[in-house]
C-alpha cells in the first residue's frame, strides 16, 4: 500500500519521467495492444510501400512481377521513369509542381499572415462589432468550400479571369477556421500586459502585431499554415471547374487528367504512378520538417 | 488599475490632443484594427460572400428564349430552380448515397481514431513516435493521389492482392462506395487522431493518479475520464468529417476511370458539377445552395445535440 502510494507520488511529481507503473500490465493487454497497431501500420503503410515499388518498375513488370517488392534493374527503371515524368509533353509535370507550390506554399504563407492579423485583432482589441464579425468567420468556417467553387467561377467569368492563375490563387488566400485559431491562440498566448508595455516603450500597434505576437503565436501560426497549404493542395473543385489551360494545372488537377487517358495511351499509367510518388514528397516533407510545431498545434482548435 | 490609467492618459500630453478620451481604445489601436482586420474583410467579401449571394441570385434566375431559335436570356424565375431540384431524383439519389457513407464512414473512422489515440497515450505501446508518424502519413497524399492509388490496388488486373480482388470486385456497383468509404478512412483517421490525441495530452496526469489511487483500472480511466475530457475534440472531428462527407468529389470523380459504376451524379457535388457542365448554371447553382444549407444546419444541428449531451 505504501509502495503504492509511494510510486503515485513519484510519477505524480515528475510526469515526464519513465512510467513506474509499467510491469502491472499484463503482456496480454500489451501484445494485444502491439497488435492492433501493427496491424494498421500494415494498412496505413503498404499503398505507400507499393507506390515506391512500382515507380521502379516499367509498364509491364507492374502487373508480371512481385507487387510489392523490387526487381533487379529497379534503380537504373526509377531514373528512367523520372526522366520520361519529367519530359513528357514538353516538361509539364514539373510546371504542375511548380503551380502547386505557388498555389499552396505562396497561398498559405500569405492566407496565414491575413488569418493571423485578423483573429489577433479579434482576440487583443476591443471593438464595436468584434462579435458580430467572429460569428461570421465562424459561419464561415462551416460553409463547404465546393459550395463556392461554381458562383467563383461564375464571378471570375464575368471579369473573365477564369482560365489564370488568379482564378486559383486568390480564393484560396482566404480561411475562417485559420483566424478562428489565430484568435483562440492569440487569446491564449500574447499577454495584454506585453502590449501595454510595448505602447509605453512608444511600438506601434502593427510593429508589436510584427516582430512580440507573431512571435508569441508561432507554434499556431505553423499550424494555420499546415492546414491552409493542405487544403490548398488537397483542392480539387476549384481548379477543375476553373482551369482548361494544362500549364495552368496544379499537380493533382494533372495526374488527375493523365489517370482519366491511361485507357488511350496506355504509357501514361507508369508516369501516373512516379507522378503520384512525386506528388506526396514535398508534403510529407513539409510535414516532417514542421512536426515539433504541428504536433503540439493541431489540438488548439478543440480548446474551448 | 494601474494599467489602465496609464494607457488612457499617457499618450494625450505626448501628442497634445486637445480631449482626453475615456475609452479603452485610442485612435491609433483604432486604425490598426483596421488594417488587421481589412485584409481579411476584404477578401472574405470578395470570395465567400459575394459568391454565396451570387449563388443565391443564379439560383432565383431561369433561362427564357423567344421561340426556338431566339437568343437565350437569363430572367428572374422564383423558385422554379428549386421546384426542379426537389424533383431531381437523380440528385436526392446522391444526397442519401452520401448520407449513407457519413453514418457508416464517420463513427468508424472517428472509432478507430479514439482507439489509436488512446492506444498512443497508454502506457501499452512502445515505439509511439514511428505509430504516430506512419498512421498520419496518409494525410499528406491528396484525395485524387489515394483515390489512383486505391484505385490501381482495387483493380482486379492490377492490384498486388489479385487473390482477393479476383473474388471481390471492389469497383462493383454495390460495393464501390465503401470502397471509397476506405479511401477516405484511410487518409482521415490519422489526422483524426493526432488531434484526439494532442487534447489527451492535455490533461493533467495528476488526475490519473487520483483514480488509479482509487483503484481504476486502465479501461475504467479511459472510459470514465479521458474520453469524457476529449469530447470537444471528437467533437470537433465530427463537424469536419460531415462537411467533408457532404463534400465528396476528389475521389469519387477520380475513381470513375477505374469504374463504370460511378455516376456522373453519384455524389451531390458530382452532381453540381455534371450540371454546371451541361451547361446549367442556375440549376447548378441551385444544386449548391441546397448543398451548402444542407451542410451548415447538419453540422449546427449536431454541434447543438452534442453541446447539451455534455452539459448534461
Known amino acids: ?304 | 488599475m494601474m494599467k489602465v490609467t496609464r494607457s488612457t492618459t499617457a499618450p494625450a500630453p505626448a501628442l497634445g490632443a486637445p480631449k482626453t478620451r475615456k475609452a479603452k481604445t485610442t485612435g491609433a489601436q483604432r486604425r490598426a484594427v483596421f488594417l488587421f482586420v481589412a485584409p481579411f474583410g476584404v477578401l472574405f467579401l470578395a470570395f465567400y460572400a459575394v459568391p454565396i449571394i451570387f449563388a443565391v441570385v443564379q439560383s432565383l434566375l431561369t433561362v427564357e428564349r423567344k421561340g426556338t431559335f431566339g437568343p437565350p436570356r437569363q430572367v428572374f424565375g422564383g423558385f422554379v430552380q428549386y421546384q426542379q431540384v426537389f424533383q431531381n431524383t437523380e440528385f436526392w439519389e446522391s444526397v442519401g448515397r452520401v448520407l449513407l457513407f457519413g453514418a457508416v464512414q464517420v463513427p468508424v473512422m472517428l472509432g478507430l481514431a479514439l482507439l489509436f489515440a488512446l492506444l498512443l497515450d497508454s502506457p501499452l505501446l512502445r515505439g509511439k513516435k514511428f505509430f504516430r508518424l506512419a498512421f498520419f502519413a496518409p494525410y499528406a497524399v491528396p484525395g485524387v493521389i489515394a483515390a489512383i492509388m486505391w484505385g490501381f490496388l482495387y483493380s482486379p488486373s492490377l492490384s498486388p492482392f489479385d487473390a482477393v480482388t479476383s473474388e471481390v470486385n471492389f469497383l462493383s456497383a454495390e460495393l464501390v462506395l465503401w470502397a471509397i468509404a476506405n479511401i477516405v478512412t484511410w487518409v482521415y483517421v490519422g489526422y483524426n487522431m493526432l488531434i484526439i490525441y494532442s487534447s489527451l495530452l492535455a490533461i493533467p496526469t495528476e488526475i490519473y493518479e487520483a483514480a488509479r489511487l482509487d483503484g481504476a483500472s486502465n479501461l475504467q480511466i479511459a472510459w470514465r475520464i479521458k474520453i469524457p475530457l476529449v469530447v470537444p475534440a471528437i467533437i470537433l472531428t465530427g463537424v469536419f468529417s460531415i462537411i467533408g462527407t457532404l463534400q465528396l468529389l476528389a475521389e469519387p470523380q477520380t475513381l470513375r476511370s477505374f469504374s463504370s459504376a460511378i455516376s456522373s451524379t453519384f455524389t451531390p457535388n458530382l452532381a453540381v458539377y455534371t450540371t454546371a457542365s451541361v451547361p446549367n448554371y442556375n440549376l447548378a447553382a441551385a444544386f449548391s445552395v441546397v448543398l451548402a444549407l444542407a451542410t451548415f444546419v447538419l453540422s449546427f444541428v449536431f454541434l447543438k445535440a452534442t453541446q447539451r449531451k455534455v452539459s448534461q
Open chain 1, 1 to 304: 500500500m505504501s509502495a503504492a502510494t509511494a510510486t503515485a507520488a513519484k510519477s505524480a511529481s515528475a510526469p515526464g519521467a519513465a512510467n513506474p507503473r509499467g510491469p502491472r500490465h499484463s503482456i496480454m493487454s500489451r501484445s494485444a495492444a502491439m497488435l492492433i497497431m501493427g496491424v494498421f501500420t500494415l494498412y496505413f503503410l503498404t499503398p505507400i510501400w507499393w507506390l515506391l515499388v512500382s515507380s521502379t518498375k516499367t509498364g509491364g513488370q507492374i502487373t508480371g512481377t512481385a507487387p510489392l517488392w523490387f526487381t533487379l534493374e529497379s534503380v537504373p527503371t526509377f531514373l528512367a521513369n523520372l526522366g520520361n515524368l519529367f519530359t513528357y509533353s514538353d516538361g509539364v509535370f514539373g510546371r504542375w509542381l511548380l503551380n502547386s507550390a505557388l498555389y499552396a506554399g505562396l497561398g498559405a504563407l500569405l492566407g496565414t499572415v491575413i488569418a493571423a492579423m485578423c483573429g489577433y485583432a479579434l482576440a487583443k482589441y476591443e471593438f464595436r462589432g468584434r462579435e458580430a464579425i467572429f460569428n461570421i468567420v465562424l459561419s464561415g468556417v462551416l460553409v463547404p468550400a465546393t459550395a463556392l467553387a461554381l458562383p467563383l467561377f461564375l464571378i471570375f467569368s464575368e471579369v473573365k479571369l477564369t482560365n489564370t492563375l488568379w482564378a486559383v490563387f486568390l480564393p484560396s488566400l482566404v480561411s475562417p477556421f485559420g483566424v478562428y485559431l489565430a484568435r483562440i491562440y492569440a487569446a491564449a498566448s500574447v499577454p495584454t500586459e506585453l502590449l501595454e508595455a510595448a505602447r509605453l516603450d512608444g511600438s506601434s500597434e502593427v510593429r508589436t502585431f510584427f516582430t512580440v505576437s507573431t512571435r508569441l503565436m508561432a507554434p499556431a501560426l505553423v499550424t494555420i499554415f499546415l492546414f491552409q497549404f493542405v487544403a490548398i493542395w488537397n483542392n480539387f473543385f476549384l481548379p477543375l471547374i476553373m482551369l482548361r489551360d494544362q500549364v495552368l494545372f496544379p499537380v493533382t488537377l494533372g495526374l488527375y487528367a493523365w489517370n482519366s487517358q491511361i485507357s488511350q495511351i496506355p504509357e501514361l499509367r507508369v508516369l501516373v504512378i512516379v507522378g503520384a510518388l512525386v506528388s506526396i514528397l514535398p508534403l510529407i516533407g513539409t510535414f516532417l520538417a514542421l512536426q515539433r510545431f504541428w504536433s503540439s498545434g493541431l489540438g488548439a482548435g478543440s480548446v474551448k
